[in-house]
């Protein structure tokens, strides 16, 4: 046991409980506890393979490779349509977790075999994103800029993607591209 995820555990009000029971669950496991992102992580070898967090409406599992686990229950969820790799167990109450902890188990042995076998998650290529028409356009008249873009690793011309694209009006997408337009120039990703 972590005492930097204690000192998180004895901050929380909401879902401690439910935190403390998928704590003992994890450890049961033999998995190595840490505190990263600001919440209870836990690892096999230095690798991660699942986290708790929790939200307004419930508290969750999120395992980190969770697309490759065969979710014989049914059970994991994809938090928005762009996560790829990870997938999360939600609860909402002690009882829920009590009543799945066998199956909570063997989703997290079947995680740490997914990370001894060295499997990985296919992720969707950069080209596989639909282009905000105001991005394009933006690529096709400022060359210094297409080639400035092209040049950012895929994670970040992702993540530029994704930003873009999540503006609903088109007057918010070409707003966005303009106050990004000198960060994309100098190589820098989204939030760097």
Known sequence: MNPKVDKYISRIDQWKDEVMKLRSIILSCQ????????VPCY?????NIVLIHGF???CALLFFK???LSDSNGILIQQTKNVQS????RFTSLKEITKLESVIKAYIYEAIEVERAGQKVTL????EY????ELQKKLDKNAAFKKAFNALTPGRQRGYIL???AAKQPKTRESRIEKYTKQILSGKGLND
């Open 31 to 38: 998995l190595t506890e840490e505190l990263k992102w600001g």
């Open 43 to 47: 690892t096999y070898e230095g690798r």
């Open 56 to 58: 307004k409406e419930y």
């Open 66 to 68: 969770g697309a490759l």
């Open 86 to 89: 990870a997938r999360q167990i």
């Open 124 to 127: 969707k290529k950069v080209s």
């Open 130 to 133: 639909e282009m905000p028409d």
């Open 163 to 165: 930003f873009f694209s």
